[in-house]
């Protein structure tokens, strides 16, 4: 069965003008829903989003829209790329335009602070009736730029069913952006916005001037943190070990144009958070999510160490320092305990 019809893309910062562009450049006709109202116009005018994504020309099957009723109603697939902290108040909205048996791909990765909800999460609680939307997640080490350059890129979709994801799969694959399936939706969505509050702490140790056995031990025992509230939350454990897994973890925690890495790194180096944020435009989505983890796993009863250590970075003002040496001064444990 092959799609028909236009698709409605919420969210035109960096990774949600890149999917627009990969569905348009694939023939689609695509709806690009744009927050911003001067950006919108932006990209009517000169086919370039200035803001998140500049220096690519934009497909002409590429319209953006400043309201949300023309992205959404009447729409068969929708694709939400909104940032975590306003996703429930931008799905709220889409409530009175959904159609019955929409598909939507939330590409968005992160975890809501008040709920402690996914985004799968989200629409649970909204939605008035359980089977009134197909709800699926596509995540995976993707940096926006790089897809939009049309570089090798692979992911993964989860949906509630195969025939979903399979659905999914074959719309958004390309010869440079290969989608895999999956149905355990609960572990991609947490791998995905998980892997964001480890890339702080790398970050973190590369501004410290730390060298690379300390990037892989942090990566590695960051895995093993995830993996361990994932599966207490019902998630397959080789989910952790995939392409939304340690696919992501190590792109983000490594890659110069990663964010997290980013803020994690200008903390490392002795700047304040404050002063971070204020610098820039786009979002970090590890340092909301840091919160939500952080409280996560102790509801859940996981020991989270390097989340913990993050958290008292970013909101308790410990010194990077001090956090990394307290974790090389924990008790000494089996590798395989869990803790």
Known sequence: M?????????????????????????????DLWVYEEDLCGIIRETRVNEYYLPGFVLSENLVPHNDLESVVKD????????????????????????????????????????????????????????????????????????????????????GDTIEAAQYVQRIFSTDYFRVYTSLDKVGVELAGALKNVIAVAAGACDGLG??????????????????????KMGA?????????????????????????????????????????????????????????????????EVEMPITERVYQVLYEDKDPRTAVQELMGRDLKHELEHA
């Open 210 to 231: 730390f060298g690379l056995n300390s990037r892989a031990a942090l990566i590695t025992r960051g895995l093993a943190e995830i993996s361990r509230l994932g599966v």
């Open 236 to 300: 397959h454990p080789l989910t952790f070990a995939g392409l939304a897994g340690m696919g992501d973890l190590v792109l983000t925690c490594t890659g110069d144009l990663s964010r997290n890495r980013s803020v994690g790194m200008q903390l490392g180096q002795g700047k304040k958070l404050k002063e971070i944020l204020e610098g820039t435009r786009t979002v970090a989505e590890g340092v909301k999510t840091t919160r939500s983890a952080y409280f996560l796993a102790r509801r859940m």
């Open 2 to 30: 092959e799609h028909s019809g236009p698709i409605g893309v919420l969210g035109a910062g960096a990774w949600g003008t890149t999917l627009a562009q990969l569905l348009a450049e694939k023939g689609y006709p695509v």
């Open 75 to 158: 729409h068969d697939l929708l694709v939400m790329v909104v940032p975590s902290h306003v996703y429930r108040q931008v799905a709220g909205r889409m409530l009175p335009y959904l159609k019955p048996g929409a598909m939507v791909v939330n590409a968005t990765k992160g975890i809501e602070n008040e709920t402690l909800l996914t985004m799968s999460g989200i629409w649970k609680e909204i939605l008035p009736d359980q089977d009134f939307i197909h709800e699926l997640s596509l995540s995976g080490p993707s940096f926006a730029r790089e897809v939009s350059q049309k570089i090798p890129t692979a992911v993964t979709v989860a």
